[in-house]
């Protein structure tokens, strides 16, 4: 069954990411429409899969991942640079396991297609 999952490593800390809100969006030509959301736990990832079976197709999506909290927090964000990082990517087998993590630093990120 095919889903969209997600975490978030903080390479600075060289720990997960807790207590991050992600929202996932379905981009359909000039327009988002939110088809998910959760916050990060202890191991910085979601409970659940952002997207899973029917619901998610074949198409471009947006993770958008609220991170100034986070960096504020951490204290790291005085002031701050990143706010809300959005990694857009297309899918194109819905069937398949899309895991897209965000690898992040106070000052930038990377991200990659995991499995």
Known sequence: MG???TH???????RPAAKVAIEAF?????TARKVGAAATNTDGRTDAPL???AAFAAGVYELRFDVGPYL???GRAQPGFLDIVVLRFSVA?????YHVPL???AHGYAT???S
């Open 8 to 14: 978030i490593l903080d390479v600075e800390r060289g």
């Open 72 to 74: 504020a927090a951490t």
């Open 26 to 30: 379905a981009i359909e030509g000039e």
């Open 51 to 53: 997207i899973e079976g």
């Open 3 to 5: 889903r969209l999952t």
């Open 112 to 114: 990659y297609r995991g």
């Open 93 to 97: 087998d819905p069937s398949e396991h």
């Open 103 to 105: 690898l992040l630093q």
